[in-house]
Each structure stands twice: as C-alpha cells, then as structure tokens.
C-alpha cells in the first residue's frame, strides 16, 4: 500500500507517525518548505495510486484538491476543515468526480467517549467547553476554523445521532481569543459552546444532559464517563485512518461545514 502526505507541517508529522501502524509498503511526502520531504509540487510525484493525505493549512485546500482531481488521485483525506469557506467547499464537492473518495477528519467524531455519548437518548441540553492554552492557532484560520470546529462537528454529531437538526446558533460573545455560541435544535436541544485560546492548560469537558440523567466527559480523565463508566480508549486519528483505507465516510462535512460558516460569518460581524 503506498500513501502519500501533501504537507509536511505540524500535522502532517502527526499523519506521518501514525501510519507506522499500517502496512504501508511506501510513504511519499511532497513539502516545498520542509527539505526532508521526498518532493517539492504536487507535479512532480508521476503516479496517482494510493491513499493521499493533505495536512497544508487550510487556505491551500481548495487549490490542492482541485489540482489533485485533475492529476486523477482517487482516494484524498483532507485535514479539517475542508476549505475555509463554505463557497469553496460546496465548490469542490461539486467538481468531485464521481469515483473520487474524499475523507474530512473531523477527529473527535472518532473519539470513543463523543460515540458513546452518541448512543444516549432523551437528550435535552449539551454543553462543551474548549480550553486551548494559546498555542497552535494557524495564522491563516480564525479560533471558530481551528478550535470551535471540533465542539461544532461534536453537536452536528449529537444532533445526527438524535435524528435532529439544528435550528438556530448565536454567537453571544466574540474575540480574537474566546468565543461564545449557543442555540437550539428543531426538536428543542438547547446547547452551550464556549472555546477559548487564552486557558493556562488545555481542557475539553463535554457535558449531556438527558431526561433522567447527566452524562459528563473530562480530558483530564479521558477513559471515563460519569454516570456511564469506563470507556475503551484508542487513537482517534488512528480510527480516522482506518475509516479512510475503508473508505467508510462519516456523511457529515457539509452539515459541519455549513454551521460553521454560520458561525464564521456572525464571529466575524460579532465587533462591528
């Protein structure tokens, strides 16, 4: 099995070191800014087999993935988001050929806590908080595009899962470093999302409140769910790729993609 990794950067490491656990015979990198990658262009790698990996910043997708279905690759991942905007991204679905296989990792949808969190009934209210200790932003994306998109693809998840849709989003507070979002579903979930990049150490609580119970998930005690128990840990990203040799597609980026440009677009308008 050959794979290929366009983008040699922070995650695109991350990519590289994982699929150690694969039976990948060859690995390809294609970086014109990292010197130990095998290639600089896309251009220049002359087959088109195997499983490729884009890890670029997100303002290159659109470019990447269009040259990519020229060039005749079938099986792309592209790192979340799709494209920075939703124009962009309802674009390149619509130039997708047919027998292209195109895998969004939205990681924490493969998260085993968010899954099982997925099988609870009678939700009623959720409520997420995304704590970043200031680091890792992309100069190219804004907090909602590289943080509030994991807790956004969490709730479209939560909201699938209860055979829901949403309804309605306000963003109530937004800066540079915090963001405050909440709304309703069309069949009354109420929710509650507060990311920030400005918290002394990294956290991640998510909290569902059902008719008869709470159910409430800790980063800092991630094999365990009050009032559910342990849960069996594995490599989120392991999963994604998994999913993406097996071409198993989750069937959610537009619906994530659409509320996030929504909040994208009130983040934006929030101060003026």
């Known amino acids: 099995m050959k794979c290929v990794i366009v983008g040699l950067g ?20 294609i970086d014109p800014f990292n010197p130990t990658s095998d290639f600089k262009n896309i251009s220049d790698v002359e087959n088109v087999d195997g499983y490729w990996f884009v890890t670029t910043p997100a303002s290159t997708h659109h470019t990447i993935l269009l040259e990519l279905f020229q060039k005749g690759v079938k099986n792309i991942w ?17 130039k997708k050929p047919d027998d292209v296989f195109l895998y969004c990792d939205f990681t924490w949808l493969q998260h085993e806590a968010i899954k099982r969190l997925g099988d609870v009934s009678d939700i009623k209210h959720i409520e997420m908080k995304w704590m970043n200790d200031g680091s890792m932003i992309p100069k190219d994306v804004n907090i909602v595009t590289d943080l509030a998109v994991h807790p956004i693809s969490i709730l479209t998840f939560l909201l699938i899962k209860s055979k829901d849709i949403l309804e309605k989003i306000n963003v109530t507070y937004a800066n540079d470093m915090s963001v405050l979002i909440n709304g309703f579903s069309k069949n009354g979930i109420t929710f509650n999302i507060e990311v920030s990049n400005s918290s002394s150490i990294k956290t991640r609580n998510i909290s ?25 840990s594995k490599d989120a990203i392991v999963s994604n790729i998994q999913l993406f040799f097996s071409k198993n597609s989750l069937g959610y980026p537009l619906d994530i993609a659409r509320t996030l440009e929504t909040v994208n677009e009130l983040f934006t308008n929030f101060n003026k």
Do not use: A, M
């Open 10 to 29: 922070y995650f695109g490491k991350i990519i590289q070191s994982k699929l150690k656990e694969f039976p990948v015979d060859e690995l390809i990198t």
């Open 78 to 94: 592209v790192e979340k988001p799709i494209c920075n905007t939703l124009d962009d991204t309802l674009d390149i679905f619509s």
């Open 208 to 232: 569902v409140y059902c008719v008869d119970d709470v159910y409430r998930w800790f980063s800092e005690d991630p094999d365990h769910i009050e009032n559910l128990g342990l849960i069996k």
